[in-house]
């Protein structure tokens, strides 16, 4: 087994033994260009369609090359992890094609999309145990069954087995492309993708720019590097579940700090934004952290004309979330916005506010009266998607003349928060 504690645990030597593991297990997924991307962005946007894979993710590698290496007894004793979703489709395919038993770990925010296609891909071999809101809650779980039973914990990244088998996939786009590209934008939630990708490098191509993308609500990675160590983050967005870690892990912490890797945080706005771009133009269904390292390319400057491959790392996401996802995808735009208007309890006042507060563009999302009663006024929240995000100034104007009184309810807010 390899070392862990050294960040030079993991050599492209390892990587290239897990390519030769995978071999027909894992798909090799296209490398294709993004023309809108690449139009908008000013550089040539190739994207790594590891939503193409075979559990739909890059998972499935780092969990079957740790699996592929298991001692007789500890395949007997049988596997145990935990995941947001993804690792789990991995592990379980590698039960199945291993005919290892596996006991899953996940929290309970997993969509049921991702649950039914673990059972799926597991065909048998594998338990489920739902727990927890987090990542990091399944995965006390599954450390406290793993030191009860012996079962053999597969880490979804802190384990230089897992971290070789994830770095194929820089490794087989390397071959495709068949040259050097000038930047690779990849995905982060515990660190495992980024710390195969940035080994690989360090020795075949060191000349790559590397930039590692965090979703703004967990961005743990950044802060184990303001930190110098792994630190808990106080407060955490799942709603990027497929890269929301409250903590990345010791292995690829040393890696990724010993590495020249740009990380950057994006908004779940942004990420939603993209999402929606990636499903409407090129068909794409990517999960929210499969559109994360594409969302990441407004954030970076880029050489015009270079060579910038983008890394869709998974595309399990339930469409019974893309109301969630439109909406967050409009706020982030200034596109949608929510009020508190107190109409004056009289016929006619709901007429006014459309004739002499709404834009000729705008449109009416939400109206609920919070408050019926017989007073003179009554309060009503009012949802309002504008035409264009530069109207927002004149349709606050409008409000203020108008002969109502009328609160914004800012984002960020805790009254916010119930409504997005």
Do not use: W
Request: net charge negative; hydrophobic share 45%; proline share 5%.
């Amino acid at each position: 087994m390899l070392d862990s504690s050294d960040p030079g645990a993991v050599r492209a030597a390892d990587i290239d033994a897990a390519a030769r593991r995978l071999h027909g297990i894992a798909t090799v997924t296209p490398l294709e260009e993004c023309a809108r991307l690449s139009a908008e962005i000013g550089v040539t946007v190739l994207l790594k369609r590891e939503d193409l894979q075979v559990v739909r993710s890059y998972k499935l590698r780092g969990a079957f090359n740790l699996m592929a290496q298991l001692a007789p007894a500890e395949r007997a004793a049988g596997v145990v992890c935990a995941s947001a979703g993804n690792h789990a489709q991995g592990v379980a395919f590698a039960c199945r094609a291993l005919d290892i038993k596996g006991r899953i770990y996940l929290p309970n925010t997993t969509p049921r999309q991702k649950r039914d296609r673990i059972l799926s891909h597991g065909a048998g071999m594998v338990e489920l145990v739902m727990t927890g809101d987090t990542f990091d809650d399944a995965a006390a779980a599954a450390a406290i069954y793993a030191a009860e039973t012996g079962a053999v914990m597969v880490a979804p990244f802190d384990d230089a087995r897992t971290i070789a088998g994830q770095g194929t996939v820089v490794r087989e786009l390397l071959q495709q492309l068949g040259r050097i590209p000038d930047a690779i934008v990849v995905p982060v939630g515990g660190g495992g993708l980024l710390s195969g990708i940035v080994t690989y490098l360090r020795e075949r191509a060191p000349a790559v720019r590397v930039i590692g993308a965090e979703p703004a609500g967990a961005a743990s990675m950044r802060a184990a590097l303001a930190a110098g160590r792994p630190v808990a983050l106080a407060s955490l967005d799942p709603f990027v579940d497929g890269a929301a870690v409250r903590r990345i892990g010791d292995l690829t912490y040393r890696i990724v700090a010993a590495a020249p890797v740009e990380i950057v945080a994006v908004d779940e706005g942004a990420i939603c934004t993209e999402m929606l771009g990636l499903y409407q133009n090129e068909g794409i269904v990517a999960e929210p952290a499969g559109a994360l390292a594409a969302s990441a390319l407004r954030e970076l400057e880029l050489t015009p004309g270079s060579t910038v491959v983008v890394v869709v790392s998974g595309g399990n996401n339930d469409v019974s979330r893309y109301g969630e996802i439109l909406e967050r995808s409009l706020v982030h735009q200034g596109l949608k916005h929510y009020f508190l208007v107190n109409f004056p309890q009289e016929p006619g006042a709901l007429r006014r506010f459309l004739d002499e507060v709404l834009g000729p563009d705008d449109d009416i999302t939400l109206f609920e009266y919070v408050k019926r009663n017989n007073r003179e006024t009554g309060p009503a929240l009012v949802g309002v998607e504008l035409g264009t995000a530069d109207g927002l100034t004149s349709l606050l104007d409008r409000m203020a003349a108008a002969s109502m009184e009328v609160e914004r309810i800012m984002p960020g807010s805790a009254a916010y928060r119930y409504l997005t």
